[in-house]
C-alpha cells in the first residue's frame, strides 16, 4: 500500500509568516502534487512535480511555492502566510502521468490567524 | 474546458437502505472518471474508476458507478448502506490537456447514514 505522510498535521500560523508543509513519499513514485481543499469544495491544484528539483504550476498558484529536493519528498512554501490561505492541503502522488491512482496523505490543517 | 457537478451538497440515508451519489460531467476529451472516498481526518482514498469498456464499474465495499456517455454522467451506487459508509465523497475527471493528465474534482456530497 502507497505510503504518503504529511506534516505537520495542523498547524497555526500569523498573518505574514512563513509556513512550510512537508509531504513525504516511500512508493517511488514520480508525480506528486499539492492541493487545498476548502469546505464545501473540492480540491484544487497548487502546484505539482513529476521529477526532483523541479517543479510546475497548478490552477492556483499564486502566494505560494513548491520544493521537490528529492524523488520521495516535496513541500509547500507559504512565503508570507494570509488569511485566505486557511484550508487543509493535500499531497498526492502516483506514479506516471496517465490515469494511475492517486494516493493522498491524511491532510495538514492550516488556520492562518 | 472540464468540469465536474456534484449537485447534492449533503445525502442523508437510513442503514441498509440504498444510496446514489449523483456526478455529471463536461469533457472535451476522453473522459476517464473516478470516485475517491474521504473519511473523517484522513486523505481521500480511491473507490473505483471507468476508463472503458462495460459501462457499469464495480468498486471496494460494494460500491459501483455506471458511465453514461449520453447523459453526461458518473452516478455511484450502493445497494445497502453501512454506518460506516458516512464520509465526503468525491467524484474526478481526469482528462488531457497540454500533455499532461488534468484532474477536476467535484465539490464532494457529504453522505450521513442514521441508523
Known amino acids: 500500500e502507497a505510503a504518503v505522510t504529511q506534516s505537520p498535521r495542523s498547524k497555526v500560523a500569523v498573518t505574514g509568516g512563513k509556513v512550510t508543509l512537508s509531504c513525504h513519499q516511500t512508493n517511488n513514485h514520480d508525480y506528486m502534487y499539492w492541493y487545498r481543499q476548502d469546505t464545501g469544495h473540492g480540491l484544487r491544484l497548487i502546484h505539482y512535480?513529476?521529477?526532483?528539483?523541479s517543479t510546475e504550476k497548478g490552477d492556483i498558484p499564486d502566494g505560494y511555492k513548491a520544493s521537490r529536493p528529492s524523488q520521495e519528498n516535496f513541500s509547500l512554501i507559504l512565503e508570507l502566510a494570509s488569511l485566505s490561505q486557511t484550508a487543509v492541503y493535500f499531497c498526492?502522488?502516483?506514479w506516471g502521468g496517465g490515469q494511475n491512482t492517486l494516493y493522498f496523505g491524511a491532510g495538514t490543517r492550516l488556520s492562518v490567524l | 474546458a472540464q468540469s465536474v457537478t456534484q449537485p447534492d451538497a449533503r445525502v442523508t440515508v437510513s442503514e441498509g437502505a440504498s444510496l446514489q451519489l449523483r456526478c455529471k460531467y463536461s469533457?472535451?476529451?476522453?473522459?476517464?472518471l473516478f470516485w475517491y472516498v474521504q473519511y473523517p481526518r484522513q486523505g481521500l482514498q480511491l473507490l473505483l474508476k471507468y476508463y472503458s469498456g462495460d459501462p457499469v464499474v464495480q468498486g471496494v465495499n460494494g460500491f459501483e458507478a455506471e458511465f453514461s456517455k449520453s447523459n453526461s454522467s458518473f452516478h455511484l451506487r450502493k445497494a445497502s448502506v453501512h454506518w460506516s459508509d458516512s464520509a465526503v465523497y468525491f467524484c474526478?475527471?481526469?482528462?488531457?490537456?497540454?500533455?499532461?493528465?488534468?484532474?477536476?474534482f467535484g465539490q464532494g456530497t457529504v453522505l450521513s447514514v442514521i441508523p
Open positions: 512535480s513529476y521529477v526532483a528539483d
Open positions: 469533457s472535451s476529451g476522453t473522459p476517464y
Open positions: 474526478v475527471l481526469s482528462a488531457p490537456t497540454g500533455g499532461n493528465n488534468k484532474l477536476t
Open positions: 498526492a502522488s502516483k
